[in-house]
Every structure is written in C-alpha cells, then in structure tokens.
C-alpha cells in the first residue's frame, strides 16, 4: 500500500498517485522483458487507486506501532484491489473524478462492493 497526501497534503496528490501507478507498470513491463530474456518467469502486479479522506497516524500499541491509514476510503481502496488485473491501473469513480483531465482511461462498467454501490 502506498499513501499519498499524508503526512502532508499536496493539491495534486491524486494525480501524483495514478502517474505513480501507470510508471510502476511501466517498470514491470521492463522488468519482465529482461526476465523473459532469462528464462525466468513475470512478476504480475495489479494496482488500484481509491481517493478520500482516511485518518493517518501511528497506529498500534506500545509492543508494535507502524504509520498508517484508516478509514472507510482505505476499506473501500482494499476491496477494489481484487479487481485489478495483472497489469492494469484500476481507479474508482472518486479517483477519477480528480484527474479525468489529465490521463485517458476505459470505463469498464460499475461494479458492486460489499457494502459499496456503482464504484
């Protein structure tokens, strides 16, 4: 999981996430030509990017702490994950909604989330 916009916040965080994806793809598409070459097998990654606001913060107990996210946006990013095929750069409709005017995308139908509508 990666996290953009916290700690701190940039008005562009959302683009900044999906040109992050489409360039971690990018990489893998590199990465496994040189291993094909090899003879080795691919590495299949799929990637999806979900926007809102979450809480962040050190989160634990006094054993074991780490920085991280909460919130119904990261439960909702969790789900869509599953839905991302070796390859692609999934984004829901909040995501997009954030940067439709800067990178093309296929609309691939709403699909229905546990406890989610229409994402």
Do not use: C, W
Request: proline share 1%.
């Amino acid at each position: 999981m990666a996290i953009f916009g916290a700690p701190i916040v940039h008005a562009n965080d959302t683009e900044r996430a999906v040109k992050a994806a489409l360039k971690m793809q990018e990489k893998n598409r590199e990465f496994n030509r040189n291993r094909k070459n090899r003879g080795l097998k691919e590495l299949e990654i799929g990637i999806d990017i979900n926007s809102g606001m979450a809480v962040a913060g050190n989160i634990g107990s006094d054993r074991r702490m780490e920085y991280s996210v909460i919130g119904d946006t990261v439960n909702t990013a969790s789900r869509v994950q599953a839905l991302a095929e070796a390859g692609q750069v999934v984004i829901t409709q909040t995501t997009y909604d954030y940067v439709k005017d800067m990178v093309k995308a296929v609309k691939k139908g709403s699909v229905e989330i546990k406890g989610k509508k229409n994402l």
